[in-house]
């Protein structure tokens, strides 16, 4: 029977990676190594594991529980978040973070460590998208991640690399009121509305491993997007109206510039942990010393985010490091092109 289950698996996800899988294998083993594997090319060796963890994070950060258990719950320069399951309305995860970071959500010895460099590797062009599935393979056989990783077992992150995403470009009109319109294979629509403009930048920390006008972190409550060249501090969050709300450590996204704050449209959902904005869809993209098989999919794979200011035409966003409360005040739309393979 195992020997059965094993050959399951092993097609569904020989099939899956037919179909543009991005397979992240990461041993519990000290000393071994981390690879990729994607659609038709050799495994990719991105780096050793220099720790495993001995334990859960419970609670974690708060937006952890609009993620399903077993997913990647977060993806970023400086970290990945796994959610193991949910308790109590409080997220349970292990996460994965580069041999020299700063990353708070990562705590205790709840986390792996893996000898990359920030923005890079899974950290960065091979980053996974949220949502994206997380299993633990013993003995050749997989099972959903529901605790610590035994030692010798290994964590199987499957991403999906989307040729044609069904969304491609999101503009935002920066006033209160203002639409959050989606361009995909559906058309045009506008899929929410902003309730607190932005209009400064902050001390986001992952952004010193970001550049300018790129993503530093995805997840299930956030976009975060660094303003300021690598190895400078400085960027802008947008987040869902609920997470705003209900989250205590947000309180200050109603007092300060740095952040957005998008609402549901009329009758619909809330926006946490849902596409294409909280999920499934963004990721921080290749930097350094991040090779990906082709050009396009090297560029495809970096999403980017623009600006008017004034109502004027497109452009790049302002280098603006540190806590600067008026660095944005002339922005008046902002737009993120999303990833491709």
Known sequence: MKKIITLILLAWASCANAEGVLELRIPCTVGKQVTAVLPTL????LGQVLRIPDKTNYPAYTASKWASPSTVCASAVNAIHILVNVEDGRGRIISLTPAITTAPAATGGAYFVLNMSAGTGI????APLTGSKVTVEHEGIESPLEGVPKPGDTLVIRSP??????VYMVDFENRPGGRVIAYGSDGVKVIARVVRKIGGVGRFGGTAYQGVGRIRASHSGVI????????????IQIMPLKHALTSKEMINAWKLTQWMIVAP???????E????????ALVPGPQLKDRL?????????KPLVLCRRDGGAWERLPDAAGKVDDALRDVTHLRIYFPVW
């Not at 690399?161 to 069904?166: D, Q």
């Not at 942990?273 to 499934?280: A, D, I, N, R």
């Open 42 to 45: 050799q495994p990719i060796t």
């Open 123 to 126: 950290f960065g062009g091979f």
């Open 161 to 166: 690399l989307p040729e044609n995403p069904a």
């Open 224 to 235: 975060d997007v660094s303003t300021s060249k690598r190895g400078e501090i400085g960027g």
């Open 265 to 271: 449209i009329p009758g619909g959902p809330d926006l």
């Open 273 to 280: 942990g849902t596409e294409p904005l909280f999920k499934s």
């Open 293 to 301: 098989p082709d050009v396009w999919s090297y560029y495809g794979r």
